[in-house]
């Protein structure tokens, strides 16, 4: 089940994942738009390997704050549209204000699970994901239902972290470890997480599982300068369950971890690696 907004919670009709938990902290909303400065330097990339055209109807999946959104938006003009969909009702609404301001009127934000959800609008002549595919408990049955809400032939597009190594600016883990929620199970192929798609050969054969064809990956590689904030603050600290007690000893350790990658006045220089993987729907 499908909801477009007002604030009620998504399932798709499964459970409520651990996923659909941590996306729906409230503290999204303040600290996503700092991340953003980094995912959005992969959105040109990922939309011209999607390749959307004047009049295309896309599905986008995991859209968070909509800067995605509103790029495909642009690139799809008036006489197309973008169905986004998200877990999270804080992004979703966050989404959904910034296009009220911006006066951007074809997309709509769906709060959904897009693993199972029958999301409205179909069928679409794209779908696209930047960074939003890699939480699904079942990959498989996910792209399964993406592909069950294109045309035949559509292409998909998505962008997904390659490995921790190659993404030292990645905190995650490092804070996870002062967090106050059990440890999570370490990054790697079927384990949701920004890392789940990080082997090329696993991701490909599991979006071929899922029926999509031709599949290929393209590793990228971005860097970028900026400040500390956009990788960690206090509010990542805190969507990420670390208690007050433990921040102090949090920052310590992740500005131990980014010491490598430290510039001048105060600023970081962060290597984005990762990939575009493409497929096609059968005919
Ligand atoms: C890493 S963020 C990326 C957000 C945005 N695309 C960007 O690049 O800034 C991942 C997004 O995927 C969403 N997400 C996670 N699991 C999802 C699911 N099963 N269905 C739909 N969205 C999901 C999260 O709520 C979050 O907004």
Not at 168 to 195: D, H, I, K, L, Q
Not at 249 to 267: D, F, H, I, N, T
């Amino acid at each position: 089940m499908a909801d477009d907004g007002s604030g009620a919670r998504a399932s798709g009709g499964g459970p409520v994942s651990a996923e659909q938990r941590h996306w729906n902290d409230p503290g999204w909303a303040a600290s996503w738009p700092r991340r953003e400065r980094l995912t959005s330097e992969v959105t040109g990339t990922l939309l011209d390997h999607l390749g959307p055209v004047a009049g295309e109807r896309v599905l986008e999946v995991g859209s968070g704050g909509g800067t995605a959104t509103f790029a495909l938006a642009d690139r799809v003009g008036s006489g197309g549209s973008v169905v986004a969909v998200d877990v999270s009702v804080p992004l979703c609404d966050l989404a959904r204000s910034r296009a009220g301001e911006r006066g951007i009127d074809n997309v709509t934000f769906v709060v959904a699970d897009a693993q199972r959800a029958d999301i409205p609008g179909g069928p679409f002549s794209a779908a696209v994901s930047q960074f939003g595919v890699m939480f699904f408990d079942d990959p498989v049955a996910a792209f399964a239902n993406l592909r069950a809400h294109v045309a035949g032939g559509a292409p998909l597009a998505f962008a997904c972290w390659r490995s921790p190594a190659d993404n030292p600016w990645m905190v995650n883990a490092t804070v996870a470890a002062f967090s106050a929620a059990p440890p999570a199970p370490p990054p790697g192929p079927g384990v949701p997480g920004p890392f789940a798609f990080a082997d090329t050969a696993a991701t490909l054969a599991l979006v071929g599982a899922a029926g999509w064809q031709a599949a290929r990956a393209t590793p990228c590689d971005v860097a970028v300068e900026v400040d500390e904030e956009v990788l960690f603050d206090e509010s990542f600290l805190h969507v990420a369950g670390v208690p007050e007690e433990r921040v102090g000893q949090a920052v310590e350790a992740v500005r131990a971890k980014l010491a490598p990658l430290a510039r001048p006045g105060g600023r970081y220089e962060v290597p984005l690696a990762f990939q575009v993987v493409t497929a096609v729907a059968p005919a």
